[in-house]
C-alpha cells in the first residue's frame, strides 16, 4: 500500500488541501459512502505521525473491522478514493484559475440561453483580463474564447451583424503564433542539448506571415521570433540583442514559469556563443543570472536549482569576480534545496579558495561534505586533483588518481562523462612524470589539445 498511487497522491497533499477534501469528501453531491471518507481520515492519521500505511488486509480490517477480508472490496474502494482526490484537484484547479472558471460560465450561461448572465459573464472576463499582469499566448487564447462565445450566441440568434470577426480571428492568430513559436524555441534548445532531430511543420510560413503583417510588435510573439532567430542563426547577433532587450523590457508581462524559461534560453545562447570562442558572452551570461535572481525569475518557490547555483559560480570565478562570488554564496546557500544544500555551498565555497589559491580552506571544505550527487562528486575529485598538483604533494595525488580511477569503474556513468575523467587522469599522471623534456612537453600539448572529451582541457594546458 506505501507504493500505492493512492498513498503517493496524499503525500503530496499540504494541510489546506487536506482540511478542503475533508468537507469534499463529506458532502453527498461529491460523495455517498461512509467508508470512503473512514478510509480517508485513517491513511491521513498514518501520515501526521510519519508512519506507513499496513497491507491490504490489516487496512481492510482497520475500515470494516472483523468483517471477511475482499480484496476487490479492498481496491475498489481505494479506488473510489483515489478518483474522489483527483475530482477535488480538478475542482480546485479551475476555481483557482478566474479567467477559466469565467469562460467556462460563459459557455454555460450561452448554452441555456441566458444572454443578460452570459453579456454580464463576458464583461467581467474583459475586466479580469486588462487588469492582469499578463499578456502572453494564453491572454489572447482567452480572448479569443470569450469573444468565440458571443459569437456562437449570436449566430445561434441570428445576430452577427454587429460582430467583428475580424478581431476574433486576430486572438486566435494571435494565440496560435506565440504559442507556436514558444513550442518551436524550447524544442530548439531540447535538441541542441540532446541531440535528436525535430520537425517544425509551419514555422517558415508562419514566420514569413508575422513579418508581412508586423505581428512581432505583439511581445507574445515578438519575444519568441527573435528567440528563434537568434537559436537557428546565432551568427547574427541583431537577433539576440532584439530578444535580450524585450525579454528586459516586456519580462514582467510573462508568468512566472514562463519568464524563467526565456531566460535559460538567453542564457544557453550565450553558452553555445562563449564555447564556440565568443568571450565576451560569458559577463552577459553572467548579466542574466544575476538580473534573473534579482527578479525572483530564476527561483522556484523561492529556492535556488543547484544547478544554477553552481552555473552562477562558475562563471563569476572565470570571470575573477571573487568578492561577488563569495556574496553570492552567502546569500542564497539557504534558499538551496535541502538534499543538496551543504555538498553544493562546500564544493561552491572549495572552488572560491582554489581561485584565491587559499588551498588549506579548500580542501577543508572539500572534506566537510558528503557528495552523494555522483557527478559533484568527481568534480571534488578532480578539484582535489588539481590542489594536490599545484601543491606540489605527488605521492597524495597519485594515491587519489588511483582511487578515483577505481571509482569511476566501479560506478554506471554516462560514457561521455566516464571517458572525460579517465582522460583527465591519465594526462595529469603524464604531467606528473614528465619533467622537463621540452619534446615530450610539446608532444602531450598537442595530445590534450586533440583530445575531444577533456574538461580539464584549459588547466592542464597551463600546467605544461
Known amino acids: ?249 516586456f519580462g514582467h508581462q510573462f508568468p512566472p514559469f514562463e519568464i524563467r524559461n526565456l531566460y535559460l534560453l538567453a542564457i544557453n545562447y550565450c553558452i553555445k556563443k562563449y564555447n564556440a570562442g565568443d568571450k565576451a558572452y560569458l559577463e552577459e551570461e553572467l548579466q542574466l543570472y544575476r538580473e534573473g535572481l534579482e527578479k525572483g525569475y530564476l527561483l522556484i518557490n523561492d529556492h535556488i536549482s543547484r544547478f544554477t547555483f553552481r552555473n552562477v559560480v562558475t562563471i563569476g570565478l572565470i570571470m575573477k569576480e571573487y568578492d561577488w562570488v563569495e556574496r553570492f554564496i552567502e546569500e542564497y546557500r539557504d534558499r538551496l534545496e535541502d538534499e543538496y544544500r551543504e555538498s553544493m555551498y562546500s564544493f561552491c565555497r572549495a572552488n572560491l579558495e582554489y581561485e584565491r589559491k587559499q588551498y588549506d580552506k579548500a580542501l577543508q571544505l572539500l572534506q566537510k561534505s558528503e557528495y552523494r550527487d555522483l557527478l559533484l562528486n568527481l568534480a571534488a575529485k578532480t578539484l582535489l586533483l588539481r590542489i594536490f598538483f599545484e601543491l606540489g604533494e605527488y605521492a597524495l595525488l597519485d594515491s587519489h588518481l588511483e582511487a578515483m580511477r577505481s571509482f569511476i569503474r566501479r560506478k554506471d556513468i554516462i560514457s561521455y562523462h566516464k571517458e572525460n575523467y579517465l582522460n583527465t587522469i591519465a594526462f595529469t599522471k603524464k604531467l606528473m612524470n614528465l619533467g622537463y623534456d621540452p619534446t615530450g612537453r610539446e608532444a602531450l600539448r598537442t595530445q590534450i589539445a586533440q583530445t575531444s572529451a577533456l574538461a580539464e582541457r584549459e588547466w592542464l594546458l597551463e600546467q605544461i
Open 1 to 249: 500500500m506505501k507504493k500505492s498511487r493512492l498513498w503517493e497522491m496524499l503525500l503530496s497533499l499540504d494541510k489546506k488541501e487536506e482540511r478542503d477534501l475533508r468537507k469534499f469528501l463529506r458532502s453527498p453531491y461529491f460523495n455517498l459512502r461512509e467508508d470512503v471518507a473512514h478510509l480517508f481520515e485513517y491513511l491521513l492519521r498514518l501520515k501526521s505521525k510519519g508512519e506507513h500505511p499496513p497491507d491490504k488486509p490489516a487496512l481492510f480490517q482497520a475500515i470494516y473491522g472483523d468483517e471477511p477480508y475482499e480484496d476487490h472490496r479492498m481496491r475498489m474502494l481505494a479506488s473510489m478514493l483515489l478518483k474522489l482526490i483527483e475530482r477535488y484537484l480538478v475542482v480546485r484547479s479551475v476555481e483557482d484559475q478566474e479567467l477559466e472558471y469565467k469562460t467556462r460560465l460563459a459557455a454555460v450561461f450561452r448554452k441555456r440561453n441566458l444572454p443578460r448572465h452570459l453579456e454580464t459573464t463576458l464583461r467581467q472576463l474583459e475586466e479580469l483580463q486588462e487588469k492582469g499582469d499578463y499578456r502572453n499566448a494564453e491572454f489572447y487564447d482567452y480572448r479569443f474564447r470569450a469573444e468565440f462565445e458571443r459569437y456562437q450566441y449570436a449566430a445561434a440568434n441570428r445576430r452577427t451583424d454587429h460582430l467583428n470577426l475580424q478581431d476574433l480571428a486576430d486572438q486566435l492568430d494571435l494565440a496560435y503564433m506565440a504559442r507556436k513559436l514558444r513550442q518551436t524555441c524550447f524544442s530548439l534548445s531540447h535538441q541542441a542539448v540532446y541531440r535528436t532531430e525535430y520537425r517544425f511543420g509551419l514555422i517558415q510560413e508562419l514566420l514569413a506571415y508575422i513579418d508581412q503583417e508586423n505581428w512581432q510588435r505583439i511581445p507574445a510573439v515578438g519575444i519568441y521570433y527573435h528567440c528563434y532567430l537568434a537559436l537557428v542563426h546565432p551568427e547574427e547577433e541583431e537577433h539576440f540583442l532584439a530578444f535580450r532587450r524585450q525579454i528586459r523590457e
